[in-house]
């Protein structure tokens, strides 16, 4: 079903280039590096890890929540990227990656700050 309905996605949109005089082309490319690398989140240790050496390994969390017991970091991976070449002289570009995966990270501390667990939410990483 998802890819039925990426499948049209991409139709409609290529169908509508077309129209305004532009061909899409898939370009291959590295996906973007994660925010937060495998060998960062291993330092990070459930019943070992305070806030303080999470802040110092991860940076800063881009949420925090219930009086600082859950901290939450997002990031975006793109893969690939679509490249629109337009039919008549003028400039064309990069429109938008293939592929994007939200990854968001939730940690959750107890009362004295210690880290007690770290999950992915949503897509996952």
Same mark, same amino acid.
């Given at each position: 079903?998802?890819?039925?309905?990426?499948?049209?996605?991409?139709?409609?949109?290529?169908?509508?280039?077309?129209?305004?005089?532009?061909?899409?082309?898939?370009?291959?490319?590295?996906?973007?590096?994660?925010?937060?690398?495998?060998?960062?989140?291993?330092?990070?240790?459930?019943?070992?890890?305070?806030?303080?050496?999470?802040?110092?390994?991860?940076?800063?969390?881009?949420?925090?929540?219930?009086?600082?017991?859950?901290? &939450?970091?997002?990031?975006?991976? @793109?893969? !690939?990227?679509?490249?629109?070449?337009?039919?008549?002289?003028?400039? %064309? +570009?990069?429109?938008?990656?293939?592929?994007?995966?939200?990854? &968001?990270?939730?940690?959750?501390? @107890?009362? !004295?700050?210690?880290?007690?667990?770290?999950?992915?939410?949503?897509? %996952? +990483?």
């Amino acid at each position: 079903m998802k890819t039925f309905a990426l499948r049209r996605a991409a139709t409609l949109v290529t169908v509508s280039l077309l129209v305004t005089g532009c061909i899409l082309v898939p370009v291959p490319t590295p996906a973007t590096p994660p925010r937060l690398s495998s060998e960062q989140l291993a330092q990070i240790t459930e019943g070992l890890a305070s806030r303080d050496s999470v802040a110092s390994t991860l940076g800063a969390p881009d949420l925090r929540r219930a009086d600082d017991r859950f901290w &939450i970091y997002h990031w975006t991976v @793109d893969r !690939g990227m679509w490249f629109a070449i337009p039919l008549l002289p003028v400039v %064309g +570009g990069n429109i938008g990656p293939l592929s994007s995966k939200q990854v &968001i990270l939730v940690l959750k501390f @107890d009362e !004295g700050g210690v880290l007690r667990s770290k999950e992915f939410a949503g897509a %996952g +990483g």
